[in-house]
């Protein structure tokens, strides 16, 4: 990363990396968004007599426990969960859980800060949490699955509730965890409330919630083509990860007219030159779904394959990094900007490094960031809690609409916020201060102490 130039973003970041020392992933994310924020509030006398940013940078708690279970061979297991409640200022905390062999607190502390102003971008009254354990879901049966999900809900169930802290899922937590921690926390409780989204239908779930942060994702980049008055007809797409955003993104995409040339996990990329075609798409979910790898695709439908998780070199229109953090470095951001791509949609969090998007924000490459460009899912689940609260099921029409609403407010709200004098839109900036008024706003009026 280059070297600070402001003076006052260099001494608070010397704060930051003092009081939260080895986590590097936490500077990351804290970094990006004081750069926008610090000279954005240097004459606000309140702001900074309040120590509103400052505030902000410190999780409200961290919550570390223990999670014992078993596994089918009888062997006792141990891994570490966590909970950071990072602030409620405009509602209860909430974000997901990930079950990752790379869960540290760093990585959550990044997560949870990021959710804050995700979350205060959809309009909806929602705080900012994150949690999970270093649990690497892999290779695990069915059942330590289930040992597992009730064991960490065990001790979770202490510290949520449908008004304190509402948590989902994130990477390696989906509709089956979901469900598992739900069935746990009903039977410790006894109280059936909308404690977790991301739920089966059946019992609380909202349509279009595993959809909607894929979906959001090409939303996103709708409104950022429409700027320009272009279309996806006939982009080029490459699209990295092959979970649930990702594919999810994917089937968008194809529903819209354009070609997804790429998909990716941690082994490797498969590359499709003339695009996937909606049964290739479907194959690889189905895949997915039994923990296939990508590099099955070759036998499956005849894609070609290279070891190497980044599809960022290959010729494309626009781009969605959806795997995980720090996938598009510099590198692969000039590869990019090379290649002629002229929009990124980031639906992993934080998949930019600081020298990506430090290149990218030189050139003419138009960037959502994804506290912008990914809430779509944090947002639906947040129509889920409404619909719980309602004791009511909207249809997929309904809350799909929902969803392309609250990504087009977010979209103006970036504009509104990151239009400079000569028209170009810095996204990055816009959702900055566009999620920082709201929560900075609720804490001012809260008084200081
Ligand atoms: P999934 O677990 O469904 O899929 C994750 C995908 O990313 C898999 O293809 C996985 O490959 C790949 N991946 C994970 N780690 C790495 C790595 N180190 N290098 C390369 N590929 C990797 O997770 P989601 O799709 O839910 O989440 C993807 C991203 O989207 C994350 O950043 C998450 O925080 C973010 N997100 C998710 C939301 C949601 O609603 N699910 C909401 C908002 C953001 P492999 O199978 O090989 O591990």
Redesign the pocket.
């Known amino acids: 990363m280059s070297e600070i130039k402001d003076k006052d973003l260099a001494a608070f970041m010397k704060g930051v990396k003092r009081r939260n020392p080895g986590e590097p992933e936490f500077h990351q994310a804290v970094h990006e968004v004081a750069m926008d924020i610090i000279p954005y509030i240097r004459n606000d006398e309140r702001i900074k007599k309040m120590q509103i940013l400052e505030r902000m940078t410190e999780p409200d708690r961290i919550i570390s426990f223990r999670v014992i279970w078993e596994d089918d061979e009888g062997n006792i297991r141990v891994n570490r969960g966590y909970r950071v409640q990072q602030n409620n200022a405009i509602g209860p905390y909430k974000g ?1 859980i ?1 079950f ?1 062999p ?1 869960v540290t607190q760093s990585v959550l502390k990044f ?1 949870a800060f990021e959710q804050v102003f995700k979350n205060s971008l959809t309009g909806l009254p929602l705080g900012g949490g994150k949690g999970g354990a270093d649990f690497n879901p892999k290779g695990k049966s069915d059942r330590e699955i289930m040992r597992f999900c009730q064991a960490f809900m065990t001790e979770l169930s202490k510290y949520i509730g449908p008004n304190t802290d509402v948590p ?5 937590v ?1 509709g089956r965890e979901v469900g598992y921690m739900f069935g746990q926390y009903k039977r410790l409780m006894d109280r059936f409330e909308g404690v977790l989204t991301g739920k089966g239908i059946e019992f609380g779930g909202s349509k279009i919630r595993p959809e ?2 894929g979906y959001g994702v090409v939303y996103m980049m709708e409104c950022m083509l429409g700027t320009k008055g272009d279309n996806l007809e006939g982009k080029r797409c490459a699209v990295s ?6 594919t999810f993104c994917a089937e968008k995409l194809l529903e819209l007219g354009a070609k997804v040339i790429s998909l ?4 490797g990329t498969i590359y499709v030159e003339d695009g996937l075609t909606s049964e290739n798409l479907q194959w690889v979910m189905d895949l997915k779904s039994k923990g296939g790898r990508m590099s099955e695709c070759v036998d499956g439908f005849g894609a070609k394959y290279y070891e190497g ?1 980044r599809p960022w070199a290959l010729p494309c229109d626009l781009a969605f990094p ?4 720090n ?1 598009i470095e510099a590198a692969d951001a000039r590869a990019l900007v090379k290649n002629g791509c002229i929009a990124i949609s980031e ?3 934080m998949p930019s490094d600081p020298d990506a998007i430090e290149i990218i924000r030189e050139s003419p490459v138009m960037h959502a960031p ?1 506290k912008a460009a ?1 809430a779509g ?2 947002a639906v689940s947040g129509l889920e809690m409404s619909q719980n609260s309602l004791r009511m099921s909207w249809t997929r029409e309904e809350v799909d609409a929902h969803l392309k609403n609250i990504i087009t407010n977010i979209h103006t709200q970036c504009v509104d916020k990151g239009k400079a004098d000569d028209g170009h839109v810095d996204y990055f900036k816009g959702a900055n201060i566009a999620g920082f008024d709201k929560v900075a706003n609720a804490m001012l009026a809260y008084g200081a102490l």
């Open positions: 997901g990930r990752h790379t997560l989902a899922g994130d990477i390696g989906g909607a942060t990860g092959s979970g649930n955003v990702a990716s996990d941690s082994g998780n959806c795997a995980t953090q996938e639906g992993a969090n994804s990914n899912g944090v």
